[in-house]
């Protein structure tokens, strides 16, 4: 069964600061992997995704992940926070069945 | 290019009631996902559906609970006989056939059972 790991419920960072956030992920075969973006009341954003290709992929909003294979990573990373970066990310892989398959989470808070 | 369309957006519901969301998909799109978000949790596949077909319930409990999405007009969750433990956010999400993977999530039905 494929399963999705966002080991950090939560990540502080000053505004301006490069932040990242992690996922790792076990799927069988070649992963699709994605990142998504919850506001607060509001449905899932879409962010970026790594199908193949580039393992460095760039997606909205200034958002970038770098696909990992033998580390099983894809991080979300951007080189400058904003405020309004503050908000809940999932990381998702695709397989089996055509469902998604989330990890549990990440609240990035950014503080001024 | 309107997006998923889900009504309610909220909806409370005694206990031993039915509920019943709705779910449009994004135009063009024929593939629609059902997902439930707990509060404080990520989200939990549900099913999966195409037109007048379910491909994948695995995710749905087995009693109270059921989907359809018809040939004709929206995805509709059916939840017989709330209860409590039923409350939570209810995401519809729809992806085009030629872009796998690639999903695109409604605003999500709150559901309170009171």
């Known amino acids: 069964a494929q399963s999705v790991a966002q080991p950090e419920d939560q990540v502080n960072v000053a505004e301006g600061n490069p932040l990242t956030v992690k996922c790792t992920y076990s799927?069988?075969?070649?992963?699709?992997l994605f990142w998504y973006v919850q506001y607060p009341n509001r449905g899932l954003q879409f962010l970026l995704k790594y199908i193949t290709g580039d393992n460095l992929v760039k997606g909205s909003y200034g958002f970038e992940a770098e696909f990992n294979k033998s580390q099983t990573s894809f991080h979300l990373k951007k080189p400058s926070a904003l405020v309004s970066d503050s908000a809940l990310y999932f990381c998702?892989?695709?397989?089996?069945?055509?469902?998604?398959?989330f990890g549990g989470g990440t609240r990035l808070m950014v503080k001024p | 290019n309107a997006g998923v369309m889900q009504n309610p957006r909220h909806l409370v519901r005694r206990r031993g009631q039915e509920a019943r969301l709705r779910c449009s998909p994004m135009k063009g799109h024929s593939h629609v996902y059902w997902y439930r978000q707990l509060p404080e949790e990520g989200l939990k596949f549900m099913v999966y559906?195409?037109?007048?077909?379910?491909?994948?319930e695995s995710g749905m409990p087995k009693e109270r609970f059921s989907a359809e999405f018809p040939k004709e007009g929206p995805s509709i969750l059916r939840i017989q006989q709330v209860v409590r433990g039923d409350s939570a956010a209810y995401f519809c999400?729809?992806?085009?056939?030629?872009?796998?993977?690639?999903?695109?999530f409604g605003p999500g039905t709150r559901l309170t059972v009171t």
């Open positions: 998702a892989a695709f397989g089996a069945g055509n469902m998604l398959t």
């Open positions: 799927v069988s075969g070649n992963p699709y």
């Open positions: 559906l195409q037109k007048e077909n379910i491909i994948d």
């Open positions: 999400a729809s992806s085009p056939i030629d872009r796998i993977g690639e999903q695109y």
